[in-house]
């Protein structure tokens, strides 16, 4: 039996599979099943959001409804968000990097939340000279929606600033401070946090394990 098998696997050969005019007819056939599958859910979206304003103009939300939707409870800086200063050589001119920021924001019951306002940032660093601004930024709400990740990992938002100090900076810290205003509310909420200065390339790093 086991030499009648050995025998059968001898008789196996590997199929080898060649490219075919059919391959790249599948491959734009998913490529544009993806792409209409976004644009059914943006038409969804935009016919909700038309909803909202037909309706309010007529009833308001039950007391129900008001406590099941979603508030901003908090929002934090991950502890993977650094500064990637990327030194040059010794006796050629510093070369500034960027500033990477995980923001992490969550509901009353500390689930994931989006965030539909303005987000201004602000970081600081001490060099020779004395503190001085490193980095600073403004985002509304398109274009927080665009930074928003959910992937693997938790929920978050990417953020990515270019540095703007011209001096030698030291290994150190950076302080970070970001303040959120509300579109609906007006509400105003401040975080901020201390983050490293590295000279390592952080730009390969997964993002969906940031915290």
């Known amino acids: 039996m086991f030499a009648a098998a050995l025998f059968a696997l001898a008789g196996c050969h590997a199929t080898v599979l060649t490219p075919s005019p059919a391959d790249a007819l599948r491959q734009q056939n998913q490529e544009l099943e993806a792409k209409n599958s976004a644009l059914e859910a943006q038409v969804e979206e935009l016919q909700a959001q038309l909803a909202i304003k037909g309706d309010a103009a007529t009833k308001s939300p039950t007391a129900e409804v008001e406590q099941a939707t979603p508030r901003l409870a908090k929002i934090s800086i991950g502890s993977l968000s650094r500064v990637g ?12 990097g960027e500033l990477l920021v995980f923001l992490y924001v969550e509901d009353g019951k500390g689930r994931p939340f989006q965030l539909t306002g303005d987000l201004h940032l602000e970081a600081t660093v001490h060099t020779p000279f004395g503190f001085t ?79």
């Open 133 to 211: 601004s490193l980095a600073s930024a403004q985002w509304g709400p398109l274009q927080l929606r665009d930074r928003y990740r959910s992937g693997f990992g938790t929920p978050h938002y990417s953020l990515t600033v270019p540095i703007i100090v011209q001096h030698e900076v030291p290994d150190a810290t950076a302080l970070v401070i970001l303040t959120y205003t509300d579109g609906w509310t007006g509400r105003t909420m401040k975080v901020d946090r201390t983050v490293p200065l590295t000279n390592d390339d952080f730009s390969k790093e997964n993002p969906d394990k940031s915290e």
């Open 85 to 96: 200063a990327k030194h040059a050589a010794d006796g050629e001119p510093f070369k500034p």
